[in-house]
């Protein structure tokens, strides 16, 4: 990183809100949420210089775009500052990061908010496949499926299987993890869900098959809900310790960042590595960028993760393209509990994708407040034991889009 970018805090919705149910539409979420985060941090909204909105596809569930107007609309001191909105599926909520952090260093602002934010339980299931289906190649891939992401997903767990062969006991111990650890987090969508014994199998009636290897409690959630977060440059962030009594290393910052996209089809994806060791080799790239910008040579330097789980394969092909094992390893870090809360390299305390929930635009940005609340010592029941660096690994589409953030302190 060529200049530090703080994070000065941040806020969420619950992810268990059905806010179309409560009779409220997607500014009032914009709105609560932005609000919430302003006031938490402590900061006059006159003071924020920028505004960034990450969303996936709020046209398409919604029927509401220029999300970026609304900033002006819940702070009148933002009217006439500059704003854009992001799409890049589960992955814009990094866009939106990524674009107020090239803001700062640019030195064109210094203080940014960002939100992430998606309404997707405002219609009916199929439906909502269906939109989120915007994210393969229309008309080309994910043809005549009732459910195109588990679909596609699923054709992933056949590639590792194809190249090194895979339990899916290990896909449902990383799904049953995430649940447990969304047991903790008061803003999860599943965390007063009960799971009977047995479901975490192949029992057909308590885990039924979505597509193909893929079962119900394999899948991340559609959600509701909105994160946001501020954003501060060395002179703001300086100003807001001082006028706090803090010491500016105390406050969390991107220490480094990684994104590189591929092709579209996941075909084209699969042929182009098809003799390499790992699947994806620019999503691993991705993580290595990140770690290496922050200053580690090695992803165990840092105290843990929050991974994209949209579906169980998606952890574990992080687990691996991040360096976690060796190429087609992964389940040997799913038997010996490194990715448990108390593991060597805990995943997904806050209980990510499946058990937290995944409002598709907000999850880039909420993977940062979770690292944020575990280095300020912030995260209540989910808090780890002291980290002081946090990676965040954020995926759109068939990995057509990878992101990601060290967020640390000190």
Partial sequence: MDAPIYILGGAQTDFSRNWAREGLDIFDMFRDCLSDAVSRVGIDPEQIDVGHVGAFNAQLFTGQGILGGFFGHVFPEMSGKPTSCHEAACASGSMAMLSAMRDILSGHYDTAAVIGLEMMRCTDGKTAAEHLGAATWKGVEAQDVD???????????DEYDRRYGINTDHLKTIGRTNFENGHLNPNAQTRKWNFPDGCFSDNDELNPVIEGRVRKLDCGQVTDGAAAV????????RQYAAERGLKLADIPRLKGWGHRSAALLLDRKL???????????HAAE??????QRAGFSDIYELDGLETHDCFSITEYMAIDHLGLTEP???WQAVEDGVIQKDGRFPINPSGGLIGLGHPVGATGVRMVLDCYKQCTGQAGDMQLDNPRNMLTFNVGGSTTTCASFVVGVG
Wanted: aromatic content about 10%; charged content about 20%.
């Fill in 271 to 281: 042929a182009l590595s098809a003799d390499q060791p790992l699947i994806f080799p």
């Fill in 328 to 330: 087609g390893k992964s």
């Fill in 147 to 157: 459910y195109p992401w588990p679909h596609m997903f699923d054709r992933i767990i």
């Fill in 286 to 291: 991705c993580g290595r960028e990140a770690i």
């Fill in 230 to 237: 501020i954003l501060a440059g060395e002179r703001s962030a």
